[in-house]
């Protein structure tokens, strides 16, 4: 079922700026920059930062399986993040439906597995993509991940285009996560869709973000409700910490 734009209410969570579309710095062009042929399907890439004040969380009472997570706000703190849009270039084109990932960090880097396993499809049906980096490590890591020990952050690939990107933590992504969201069905002056708008919000998270989203799905998105619906992909059976 799609959200009709005109009745709708909007998201319980605070509203943030959107900046861009960025261009310049050392190397040209986005990280996580698409490997397929995006032009050849009728679609462009840009970069928008985000900025904002986001809230962290902590639980409240016992959590159990019945995936009933009360949290309480506890901190705010500013920050200054950034979206990756691949969109239709002809709106006729749209499908209505905008899938927006979770950048995973596994490696100190934002990666984006869903959509490389999705491009097809995606591309094909004429969906909207988002790539949201929600966590710290994506924008200011030095290096040491998993499956990549040198690998940077944004800021560290190209300080030019990023240095005034900010992060204060894990424990805010999950509102991060809302107000990327948020902007996407309620642009201010800066539309990161171009004009595109969603009928349906679908996020997604595969292996690492996927811990986050089931927890964002239990104790976020009951009172944030921004998104239609989930794809947590490839995880085992428990939630990534508030904090």
Known sequence: MGRDAETAEAPVVP??????????????????????DL???GYVE???????????????G??????????A?????????????????????????????????????????????????????????????????????????????TSAGLIGWDPERYGALSHPGDAYSYDIFSQ?????????????????RPEVMLADGESQSAFRLLTYVNAIHPDAGVYDGFLIHSRNGSGAALN
């Open 15 to 36: 509203s943030a700026t959107v900046s861009g579309p960025v261009r310049g710095g050392v190397r040209g062009f986005p990280f996580t920059s698409a490997v397929v």
């Open 180 to 196: 990327a969201g948020k902007v996407l069905l309620a642009p201010g002056d800066v539309d990161p869709l171009g004009g595109l």
């Open 62 to 71: 016992s959590w159990s399986e019945d995936g009933i997570w009360a949290v």
């Open 73 to 149: 706000e506890t901190s705010t703190a500013p920050y200054t993040t950034r979206l990756l849009v691949r969109r239709p270039v002809d709106p006729g084109d749209f499908n209505g439906t905008v899938v927006v990932e979770w950048f995973n960090v596994t490696s100190n880097t934002d990666l984006d597995p869903d959509f490389a396993f999705t491009a097809d499809e995606l591309l094909r049906g004429g969906y909207a993509w988002v790539g949201v980096s929600a966590q710290s490590a994506g924008v200011t890591s030095t290096g040491g991940g998993q499956l990549s020990p």
């Open 39 to 41: 032009t050849g399907a």
């Open 46 to 60: 840009e970069e928008y930062f985000l900025e904002g004040t986001a809230r962290a969380f902590e639980a409240v």
